[in-house]
């Protein structure tokens, strides 16, 4: 089994940033890729990034290319989303997930998922 825990979300105004910290606990030895992922309230969840647990490779949905970057330190099990540039439309709780097969944006693919962070960007 693998824990993930989400922080870091809050009040911020458009055009500020914030950084989410995602701590992962357990079974990560052999987890293959880890990402944030958000969700508004009557629409369905949406991928944001996604980095693999042990290399470099990423992938960005298209509108937040160029202002988030998504990073991560296995010595402290910790994944991180910089937030830059923040609008209004980000608003949503943020969730962080992880998969031992799953490589892409598709949250069906996911398996082990946190609680959320929300994230509020005021206009």
């Known amino acids: 089994q693998v824990q993930l825990v989400e922080s870091g979300g809050g009040l911020v105004q458009a055009g500020g940033s914030l950084t989410l910290p995602c701590l992962a606990s357990g079974l990560t030895f052999d987890l293959r890729t880890i990402g944030w992922f958000r969700q508004v309230p009557g629409k369905e969840r949406e991928g944001v990034s996604c980095i693999r647990w042990n290399g470099d490779s990423t992938l960005y949905e298209d509108s937040v290319k160029g202002r988030f970057t998504i990073s991560r330190d296995n010595a402290k099990n910790t994944l991180y989303l910089q937030m830059n540039s923040l609008k209004p439309e980000d608003t949503a709780m943020y969730f962080c997930?992880?998969?031992?097969?799953?490589?892409?944006?598709?949250?069906?693919?996911?398996?082990?998922w946190g609680q959320g962070t929300q994230v509020t960007v005021s206009s």
């Open positions: 997930a992880a998969d031992r097969l799953a490589y892409g944006l598709a949250p069906d693919a996911y398996t082990y």
